[in-house]
């Protein structure tokens, strides 16, 4: 009896050391693509992997998302020197800190997510002799972020981390060809475009008793039709361009319509202050709703999502934002602005209607258009759900960086 369970754990022991071990960087926890992406894999990768996943802490201003990762049974490590700013300081007891989790952990693979992760953890992985290095872009601060000089300064930056690095996930054609040709950030051959992957059953599970919650929660008219913006209020985002399209629209005289504001960040007083310029009524949640209303951040968004009949997206830059995959899921149309990588997460005029960064005005008639034809809703709400699922499921993508995980070990083997 001793004997066998002897045998057993020399067994388990065994396992342990054959599988492989990946750790996983994050810059912070926040809403988002990156931390579905780095959540999703470390939870649903094969058994022979054993990964460790760490990440910074969350801005002041942002809403944490740890519930993510929680929700998976997941207990990532948290390091709060890895702040998203430049801080010299603290991004040498960054790289210390990760470099002693290396030296403990012994990671096969090191794999990074976003930009500050990966300029630390790249470096770290690298210092160490880490036998693998991969670096997922999530969008990239090459536009829209910063003026000229900044941005070329952190082109030379990635070009030199990319020097370091085995292999790189573009989430998208477009941005495999923004790395390659616009920005020259690194080769082809380092590129592999593997798409972001959700749990997306939850946005069609109980649809109609979720639409019915959200439009009494909001008191909502049958004939009342909900436009939603989902994300991080920060000047990216572009909310003031979306309230100046609210302007025109309501000029337009469309039939009846409510906004919802879903999230929160710095630019929302900025918002509040143009709507009162404007003369339309806004609340906040815990009130009734007026024209305007900020629902502040939503945890169940799959509840938000089917009440809503429109979303919208007003950025000035995107990589894959998770609200326009998670709305066609909800078999909800989009108008959104035409940037980063949307065009490769959206069907034009099929699913979504777009037009150019910071036009006002189009984005206004876009929204008439869609809010005003019951029969284009209904047409463009039916294909969304078919073509996610099938280009942004979780399982797709954890097979696809399984296969490249098997042929960069295959490699150097």
């Known amino acids: 009896m001793v004997s066998d369970c002897f045998s057993e754990l020399v067994e388990e022991i065994h396992g342990l050391m054959k599988k ?54 997941l207990k990532p490590t948290i390091i709060p020197e890895l702040t998203r700013s430049v801080n010299v300081a603290k991004d040498l007891q960054a790289l210390a800190k990760i470099k002693k989790i290396i030296k403990k952990f012994q990671p096969h693979i090191v794999h990074t997510h976003a930009s500050k992760s990966g300029a630390i953890g790249r470096r770290a992985a690298h210092s160490m002799g880490v036998p693998i290095i991969v670096h997922t872009y999530h969008g990239h601060v090459f536009d829209a972020y910063f003026n000229g000089l900044i941005s070329r300064f952190y082109k030379q930056i990635e070009r030199n981390l990319a020097s370091k690095t085995d292999a790189i996930i573009a989430l998208s054609e477009r941005q495999k060809l923004d790395l390659i040709e616009k920005h020259r950030i690194c080769d082809e051959k380092q590129v592999s475009i593997i798409p972001l992957g959700f749990e997306l059953d939850k946005f069609q599970t ?107 997206l007003s950025s000035l830059n995107e990589g894959t934002p998770v609200s326009l995959i998670e709305a066609q899921a909800a078999n909800c149309p989009i108008v959104s602005t035409r940037v980063g990588g949307i065009e490769d997460i959206v069907l034009e005029n099929d699913t979504a209607l777009l037009s150019a960064s910071e036009d006002d005005m189009a984005f206004a008639e876009n929204l008439y258009k869609l809010i005003s034809d019951k029969e284009l809703r209904e047409r463009m709400s039916k294909n969304g759900r078919k073509f996610v699922t099938e280009r942004f499921s979780y399982k797709t993508m954890v097979a696809n960086m399984h296969i490249l995980y098997k042929e960069m070990l295959g490699n150097i083997s």
Not at 255 to 270: C, E, S
Not at 272 to 278: K, T
């Open 20 to 73: 492989i071990r990946v750790l996983r960087i994050l810059n912070r926890f926040n809403l988002g693509g990156p931390t579905y992406n780095a959540s999703l894999l470390t939870r649903y990768m094969p058994d022979e992997y054993e990964t460790m996943l760490i990440g910074g802490p969350n801005l002041e201003d942002e809403h944490d998302s740890l519930h993510i990762p929680h929700n998976l049974g």
């Open 206 to 312: 109980g649809m109609n008793e979720k639409r019915r919650a959200f439009r009494e929660k909001y008191q909502l008219a049958n004939d009342e039709i909900a436009i939603g913006i989902v994300g991080r209020m920060v000047p990216i985002k572009n909310h003031l361009m979306f309230i100046d399209a609210i302007r025109h629209l309501i000029e337009m005289k469309p039939p009846k319509f409510k906004i919802f504001i879903v999230g929160d960040g710095l630019t929302k007083p900025m918002v509040m202050e143009r709507l009162s310029e404007y003369g339309i009524p806004y609340s906040e949640n815990g009130h009734t709703p007026e024209l305007v209303h900020f629902t502040s951040w939503q945890k169940e968004i799959d509840c938000v999502v089917a009440g809503l009949d429109v979303v919208a």
